[in-house]
């Protein structure tokens, strides 16, 4: 057994703090040392006095140094997060989990189907696989979000579409006239009647709510994406994130420990993966 103490927490100063839409905000943060992770891997974040809550981080795993986190305000922890300003002091924790196997992606279509602040999750695999771009076959970005106005990222899409093998597919639920869009509307997964890639050996990597998570990965397999390819992380509420408070039990697996990145093919059998 590792002495490493698991609840060990790194001080993480807060350099920048981007409001991304009216629900969900970026934080830059700088860790006392440089912390090493995998693509896929979560967080504890925490505040002191406040409490914790897990996250993915949304920048590539290369970026050791620094890092960001993107966090939708969904409840007591995230509230309070929301209020951190530039130069506060954060927890890191962690990492924890299973990531994305990034090998098996390599030389293949990978489309990345993200709803709203699971976007954020995706963005860390999409900045990481750019750094190898040309290892990819090609990368679809499919985003979809409530209206405009919840469209995160909106500033880095031309960075990730320089790549003549990246491409940025988005939609949303609901726009009125006033939003001025001239996109698609509609859930996310109408954007997989628009795309072109060969589903027989592609991958789907799915990231969103329980219910987009779902809908999404029925979807994908209409459309003949096979089960063994589909990647779900599964963001079931945890606290403790390796295993001992059991909150994140999915029939025989934790999500926090063999997870959070499961395929579809593991865990379709298993009780209540959607709730
Ligand atoms: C592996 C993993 C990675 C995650 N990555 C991100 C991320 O990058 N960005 C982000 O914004 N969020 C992410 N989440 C979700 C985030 O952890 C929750 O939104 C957060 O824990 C809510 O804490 P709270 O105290 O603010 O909410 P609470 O006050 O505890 O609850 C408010 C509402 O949020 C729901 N909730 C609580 N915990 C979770 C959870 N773990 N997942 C989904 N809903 C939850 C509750 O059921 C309740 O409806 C991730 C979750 C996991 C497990």
Redesign the pocket.
């Known amino acids: 057994m590792s002495d490493k103490n698991p609840y060990d927490v790194l001080k993480a100063d807060v350099l920048e703090v981007i409001e991304e839409s009216p629900t969900i905000k970026s934080f830059y943060l700088k860790p006392e040392k440089p912390f090493e992770f995998a693509t896929g891997q979560?967080i504890e974040l925490s505040l002191p006095g406040i409490?914790e809550?897990?996250?993915?981080p949304?920048s590539s795993h290369y970026e050791k140094e620094k890092m960001w986190?993107?966090?939708?305000n969904?409840?007591?922890?995230?509230?309070e997060i929301h209020k951190v300003k530039k130069g506060d002091v954060m927890g890191i924790r962690g990492p924890y989990?299973r990531g994305y196997p990034l090998d098996v992606f390599k030389g293949k279509d990978v489309l990345l189907l993200g709803g709203g602040?699971g976007l954020?999750?995706l963005r860390c695999l999409l900045q990481t696989m750019l750094h190898d771009v040309d290892d990819y076959k090609s990368i679809t970005v499919c985003f979809g979000a409530r209206t405009p106005a919840d469209m995160i990222y909106k500033d880095q899409i031309d960075d990730w579409t320089k790549y003549k093998t990246v491409a940025h597919l988005c939609t949303v639920d609901n726009c009125k006239e006033a939003d001025n869009w001239n996109g698609r509307t509609g859930v996310v997964t109408v954007l997989l009647d628009d795309i072109t890639i060969d589903p027989k050996d592609a991958i789907a990597v799915v990231c969103g709510p329980p219910i987009m998570m779902k809908f999404g990965t029925f979807a994908l397999l209409d459309k003949g994406f096979k089960a063994s390819n589909i990647y779900l992380?599964m963001?079931?509420?945890?606290y403790c994130g390796f295993g001992q408070c059991r909150h994140c039990v999915m029939g025989k697996y934790y999500?926090c420990k063999d997870g959070?990145v499961f395929t579809y093919e593991e865990i379709k059998n298993e009780e209540k993966i959607w709730d």
Do not use: Q, R
């Not at 986190?69 to 939708?72: G, L, W």
């Not at 969904?74 to 509230?79: D, L, R």
């Not at 963001?235 to 945890?238: D, L, Y």
């Open positions: 979560f409490g809550a897990p996250f993915t949304s986190v993107t966090i939708m969904a409840g007591f922890v995230t509230n989990g602040v954020a999750p992380s963001e079931k509420k945890m999500a959070p």
